[in-house]
């Protein structure tokens, strides 16, 4: 098991920025890769960015050159900073973890971009 709690999400005016933390407890020895969602007032579900367990990034192109995904191995933490947001961005935002049997999802945390 895997349990995932985020922080960070608010309110923000257009062109600011955030960052969301992503902390992970439990059997974090089995995760292999971590990310972020959102899912857009009346919209499914989509892809935000993707971190393995090497390091290795994925970003959806909505996003790009303005997020940036990271991951604190010490803090078993991963972040979203999200520089230059926009209205579009307004979202729910959840964590996800990938583990070999399955994944694993946090409870989500709002961010709103509006002036």
């Known amino acids: 098991q895997v349990q995932l709690v985020e922080s960070g999400g608010g309110l923000v005016q257009p062109g600011g920025s955030l960052r969301l933390s992503c902390a992970a407890s439990g059997s974090i020895r089995n995760i292999y890769a971590m990310g972020w969602y959102r899912r857009p007032p009346g919209k499914q579900r989509e892809l935000v960015a993707t971190?393995?367990?090497?390091?290795?990034?994925n970003y959806a192109d909505s996003v790009k050159g303005r997020f940036t995904i990271s991951g604190d191995n010490a803090k078993n933490t991963v972040y979203l900073q999200m520089n230059s947001l926009k209205p579009e961005d307004t979202a729910v935002y959840y964590c996800?973890?990938?583990?070999?049997?399955?994944?694993?999802w946090g409870q989500g945390t709002q961010v709103t971009v509006s002036s």
């Open positions: 996800n973890a990938v583990v070999r049997t399955g994944d694993y």
């Open positions: 971190i393995t367990s090497r390091g290795i990034t």
